[in-house]
T-cell receptor, first 114, second 114 residues
Framework: GESVGLHLPTLSVQEGDNSIINCAYSNSASDYFIWYKQESGKGPQFIIDIRSNMDKRQGQRVTVLLNKTVKHLSLQIAATQPGDSAVYFCAENIRSGGNTPLVFGKGTRLSVIA | NAGVTQTPKFQVLKTGQSMTLQCAQDMNHEYMSWYRQDPGMGLRLIHYSVGAGITDQGEVPNGYNVSRSTTEDFPLRLLSAAPSQTSVYFC?????????????FGQGTRLTVV
């Protein structure tokens, strides 16, 4: 089975609210995690990443939290906007000692209600 | 920079036909990979390459061949197309080694096998 998965396949939020997208991983050796956003008809676009030596990383309106104890990753989007509507994927791999392929979860569709 | 360029964007094949999906990147990335994306699923790895002359199989390699004669190009060949290969195909590239940077994706090739 896949080592990366998502708890919720779909998420609907009101415009202006915060969104939280969750992801579980099973490979404890993974040391690099990435969140991608995919809009309809386009390729995945990088949102934010985090290394395993960090618990939290913030970007513009986005925050990624990593809990290595329970192998859990989350993406928080502040003040969600209609343009945030997309499918979000988490991905993991191992970078130290070599570059293993990214393993993707199935994705969560975020729908923003205006 | 163009980034990762995939051609064609759309293709319809008859069962049994062969074709090559092209992928080129201009970022001098050593690491390239091919994924397929089916409805309701995440991206599944087909083949990947850690540098010119080196390729390896991913999760779903059957029915596909790859080669990496140059750093820039990583074509994906369908030897005898089957309806099960109807999917959207994405090519990605990233720096190799222990650099903690994201993978860059092309815009995808939507393939239909009838």
């Amino acid at each position: 089975g896949e080592s990366v998965g998502l708890h919720l396949p779909t998420l609907s939020v009101q415009e202006g609210d915060n969104s939280i997208i969750n992801c579980a991983y099973s490979n404890s050796a993974s040391d690099y995690f990435i969140w991608y956003k995919q809009e309809s008809g386009k390729g995945p676009q990088f949102i934010i990443d985090i290394r395993s030596n960090m618990d939290k990383r913030q970007g513009q309106r986005v925050t990624v939290l990593l809990n290595k104890t329970v192998k859990h990753l989350s993406l928080q989007i502040a003040a969600t906007q209609p343009g945030d509507s997309a499918v979000y994927f988490c991905a993991e791999n191992i970078r130290s000692g070599g570059n293993t392929p990214l393993v993707f979860g199935k994705g969560t569709r975020l729908s923003v209600i205006a | 920079n163009a980034g990762v360029t995939q051609t064609p964007k759309f293709q319809v094949l008859k069962t049994g036909q062969s074709m090559t999906l092209q992928c080129a990147q201009d970022m001098n990335h050593e690491y390239m990979s091919w994924y397929r994306q089916d409805p309701g699923m995440g991206l599944r790895l087909i083949h990947y390459s850690v540098g010119a002359g080196i390729t390896d199989q991913g999760e779903v390699p059957n029915g596909y061949n790859v080669s990496r004669s140059t750093t820039e190009d990583f074509p994906l060949r369908l030897l005898s197309a089957a309806p099960s290969q109807t999917s959207v195909y994405f090519c990605a590239s990233s720096p190799s080694g222990i650099l903690y940077t994201e993978a860059f994706f092309g815009q995808g090739t939507r393939l239909t096998v009838v």
